[in-house]
């Protein structure tokens, strides 16, 4: 497995901010993703943060929203841009091992006014 | 897409009680993920299936990837207070879509003492 950290756990932002979440892993990964996660939904994959080119987004989500950065094997950024009531979510990043299952950081529980 | 249905939505079930909980989908899987989700936490990792057919056990759970591929259940021997929590099936279907997990809707199990 992996130890995931995140941060902030979680914030209060008012309408047309943006906010980079972090996320840390122990170890070094291949492969990192970011979810979303919509009050009293399930997960969404929102893309594929792939390490030294472009994050790799899913139907749906578009990287002037949401850029992510990867600079190198364990860490990881989401930025929410321009947020909106809609994008009060928990957003969490997970990791791949070797072994094709993934781990899930603590989630970052976000509130936009 | 790819969509997950997961049943039931929701239980209610005396402590020492069996649980049973599965997930359906329209299309073939390789890899089938079973997570459990507390409060204020991201998801934890309880089961992961990689074979069809495969019958693997984790203490108290036990998970099975259906012949099909396009199914799998989750079991629960005699339930504990906490057990109490948000279940969630993963599905992973390789090839392009290789690291991206397709999550069900998710069974919230409460446990009376």
């Known amino acids: 497995s992996a130890v995931i950290s995140q941060k902030p756990s979680r914030d209060i932002c008012q309408r047309g901010t943006s906010l980079t979440i972090q996320c840390q892993v122990d170890?070094?990964?291949?492969?990192m993703f970011w979810y979303r996660q919509q009050p009293g939904q399930s997960l969404t994959l929102i893309a594929t943060?792939?390490?030294?080119?472009?994050?790799?987004?899913e139907s749906g989500f578009v990287i002037d929203k949401f850029p992510i950065s990867r600079p190198n094997l364990t860490f990881s950024t989401l930025t929410v841009s321009n947020m909106s009531p809609e994008d009060s979510s928990i957003y969490l990043c997970?990791?791949?091992?070797?072994?094709?299952?993934?781990?899930f950081g603590p989630g970052t529980r976000l509130t936009v006014l | 897409g790819q969509q997950l249905n997961q049943s039931p939505q929701s239980m209610f079930i005396q402590e020492g009680e069996d649980v049973s909980m599965n997930c359906t989908s329209s299309s073939i899987f390789n890899t089938w993920l079973w997570y459990k989700q507390d409060p204020g936490e991201g998801p934890v990792l309880l089961i992961a299936?990689?074979?069809?057919?495969e019958l693997t056990s984790n203490g108290r759970l036990t998970a099975q990837f259906g012949i099909t591929r396009k199914d799998s259940f989750l079991n629960i021997s005699a339930s504990i207070p906490s057990d109490v929590g948000i279940y969630f099936c993963a599905g992973q279907a390789g090839g392009t879509s290789y690291g991206k997990l397709t999550f069900g809707q998710g069974t919230i199990l409460t446990v009376h003492p």
């Open positions: 299936l990689y074979k069809a057919g």
């Open positions: 170890s070094q990964v291949t492969m």
């Open positions: 943060a792939n390490q030294g080119s472009e994050a790799t987004y």
């Open positions: 997970s990791v791949e091992t070797n072994v094709v299952e993934q781990f």
